[in-house]
């Protein structure tokens, strides 16, 4: 299989409720290592442009101002097909909708107070994470 990387974010409804080093212990433990992570208070221009593929959305204004409601953790997961990987670990973006034992399952608020987001590709991952990251910020 191949070694990939994928941009994560805990978002502002986990940070809140303290649940960082519980949803890391789900990466860690199916196998995803976090060669890169920092805590952020994204500013509303931070937040508009890593969402600027969603902006005609009508949900977007929500979730940018969702976004910057508090601190984030944006990290970088690393392992064997880590995009897909990482989606199964979070589940379902509408938590109602998502599997049991999945991130969003047990601790997302709603669908979309969800907890974590993962990239969606892999081209997609490795804009994400230089759009949070230095090459020197990771280290794997
Ligand atoms: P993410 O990008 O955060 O990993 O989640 P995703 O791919 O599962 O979902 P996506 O369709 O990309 O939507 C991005 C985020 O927007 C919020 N959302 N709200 N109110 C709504 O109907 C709605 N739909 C999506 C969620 O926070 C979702 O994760
Ligand atoms: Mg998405």
């Avoid at 590709?121 to 910020?137: K, L, R, V």
Wanted: proline fraction near 3%.
């Amino acid at each position: 299989m191949a070694t990939e990387r994928t941009l994560s974010i805990i978002k502002p409804d986990a940070t809140r409720r303290n649940l960082t080093g519980q949803i890391n212990a789900r990466f860690e433990g199916r196998g995803l290592r976090i060669v890169a992570q920092k805590r952020l208070q994204l500013t509303k221009a931070q937040a508009e442009g890593f969402y600027a593929v969603h902006a005609e959305r009508p949900f977007f204004n929500d979730l940018v101002s969702f976004m910057i409601s508090g601190p984030v953790v944006v990290q970088v997961l690393e392992g064997d097909n880590a995009v897909a990987a990482n989606r199964e670990i979070m589940g379902a973006t509408n938590p109602a909708n998502a599997a049991e034992g999945t991130i969003r399952k047990d601790f997302a608020e709603s669908i979309e107070a969800n907890s974590v987001h993962g990239s969606d590709s892999a081209e997609n991952a490795a804009n994400e994470i230089a759009y949070f990251f230095a090459q020197t910020e990771i280290v794997g």
